[in-house]
């Protein structure tokens, strides 16, 4: 189910790893829809580290919900999900394959944290980042200077060419020691 007023969107899910994917492409489009396109890669990184934590580590069930949030020029993004074990980030050894996500979520935000559900049994972790919207472009034409000229980029110019109507000339022959040079 997916519900959202003008800043405010909700999913909730079972995380497993197809809706994990599909779960990015949402929290993608939501932030375009709210111009926010220069928080995407770090918001649908983050959203997929906290949702890997709840396929790899949540108990009884995989069942979550994510909610996306823009409110006072902040972006927060949380996953609440019912196993009230509360997250805790390490250090990963080097050669670890696993056991770097929260550190992500650390890295590509500017907070982070992660409580008990105030309402019930499970827990919220969240991350945040400031928000600003990509700026328009200006609504009438800019002069960049009277008396300098503005080079246009050029147009792009398609063209068909009939393949058989194109000869094809056979490489000549050449014989040894004749060559250039």
């Given at each position: 189910?997916?519900?959202h007023?003008?800043r405010h969107c909700?999913v909730?899910?079972?995380?497993l790893?197809?809706r994990?994917?599909?779960v990015?492409?949402?929290?993608s489009?939501?932030l ?5 396109d220069?928080?995407i890669d770090?918001a649908?990184?983050g959203?997929t580290?906290?949702l ?5 580590h ?12 823009l409110?006072?020029g902040?972006l927060?993004v949380?996953?609440h999900?019912s196993?009230p074990r509360?997250?805790v980030r390490r ?11 929260l ?5 590509v935000s500017?907070?982070?944290g992660a409580r008990?559900q105030?309402d019930?049994?499970?827990k919220?972790?969240?991350?945040s980042?400031r928000?600003?919207?990509v ?9 960049i200077?009277v008396n300098?000229p503005?080079?246009?980029p ?7 060419v009939?393949?058989?109507?194109v000869?094809t ?6 014989a040894?020691?004749?060559g250039?040079?």
């Amino acid at each position: 189910m997916i519900t959202h007023s003008r800043r405010h969107c909700v999913v909730e899910l079972q995380a497993l790893p197809a809706r994990i994917g599909q779960v990015r492409r949402i929290v993608s489009a939501q932030l375009r829809h709210w111009q926010l396109d220069p928080l995407i890669d770090r918001a649908a990184l983050g959203v997929t580290e906290l949702l890997s934590n709840v396929h790899r580590h949540a108990q009884p069930d995989k069942v979550c919900v994510v909610e996306i949030e823009l409110r006072l020029g902040r972006l927060t993004v949380s996953v609440h999900d019912s196993d009230p074990r509360l997250p805790v980030r390490r250090e990963a050894d080097g050669l670890e394959t696993c056991g770097r996500g929260l550190a992500l979520v650390e890295a590509v935000s500017e907070a982070w944290g992660a409580r008990p559900q105030p309402d019930g049994p499970g827990k919220v972790v969240w991350f945040s980042m400031r928000a600003a919207p990509v700026a328009a472009a200006p609504p009438h034409t800019v002069r960049i200077g009277v008396n300098k000229p503005v080079r246009e980029p050029a147009r792009a110019v398609l063209t068909t060419v009939d393949a058989q109507a194109v000869p094809t000339a056979a490489p000549a022959p050449v014989a040894a020691g004749t060559g250039p040079g």
